[in-house]
């Protein structure tokens, strides 16, 4: 009688590269959507676009594969069936790509935020009854940039009378800069360094506002500007 090759049970994941299956590294906590603070950066032990449970986000999933029965080689890179096992949820499910930037929640087809990780996509999800979809962000979201004083560089800028640029916290104060003390204008910081330009031409680029300030020469027709992506050198 001829019998099928035998299978043998294999994460997903293994089927493309080892993982150790655990979380991506986590951004600050997220607001109305919007990351803020540092966005979650794809993780280098891990080989992406991997596969995720869609209903819980684990990536141990598992699927059917045919292998040498002596050796244990793997036949080919792919599953002989559709039918992908969650342990976790302990039951057959569908599958999400995860390219390591996060996670967007879609509710009827209409976008409602990203998110450092599935678990806090999820949580956001189950916040209504509505229908959602958790799919992973195929690229970074854009972060907000933070606001330096233009005379120094520093962040502590006080915004009016109240508001502190980057903190929120309230004080009564002039419109000024925590550092330097003066009645400063404002610099975009966007976390790929600055920009001398010198009546709107590019004359170099800094790692920092000190080192694009050094080499200014207290010339007044050149401008600091936070560059908007980062520089290939």
């Not at 109305?32 to 794809?42: E, W």
């Not at 059917?64 to 302990?90: F, R």
């Not at 996670?103 to 956001?124: I, N, V």
């Not at 920092?208 to 600091?224: G, H, M, Q, R, Y």
Request: charged fraction near 25%.
């Amino acid at each position: 009688m001829h019998c099928a090759p035998k299978t043998s049970v294999i994460p997903v994941n293994d089927i493309a590269e080892s993982s150790d299956g655990g979380p991506i590294p986590v951004a600050s906590t997220s607001d109305g959507g919007r990351l803020t603070g540092a966005a979650p950066q794809p993780r280098q032990d891990v080989t992406y676009p991997r596969l995720l449970c869609a209903e819980c986000g684990s990536d141990q999933i598992h699927a059917t594969a045919w292998v040498v029965l002596n050796t244990n080689e793997l036949l080919n890179d792919e599953s002989p069936t559709d039918q992908i096992w969650c342990p976790d949820c302990e039951a057959d499910v569908s599958t999400i790509d995860d390219y390591g930037h996060g996670f967007e929640l879609w509710r009827e087809a209409e976008w409602s935020g990203q998110y450092p990780t599935f678990a806090e996509a999820l949580a956001e999800a189950k916040k209504s009854n509505r229908p959602f979809e958790i799919a992973g962000a195929a690229t970074p979201e854009e972060q907000e940039p933070i606001l330096r004083c233009a005379e120094c560089g520093s962040d502590d800028v006080w915004l009016g009378t109240v508001r502190h640029a980057n903190t929120g916290q309230e004080k009564a104060d002039e419109n000024r800069c925590g550092d330097c003390g003066c009645d400063c204008a404002t610099v975009e910081d966007f976390g790929f360094g600055f920009e001398l330009r010198r009546n709107g031409e590019l004359v170099g680029h800094f790692a920092t506002f000190a080192e694009a300030l050094a080499a200014t020469d207290d010339d007044s027709f050149v401008d600091i500007v936070g560059a908007r992506a980062e520089v290939t050198r």
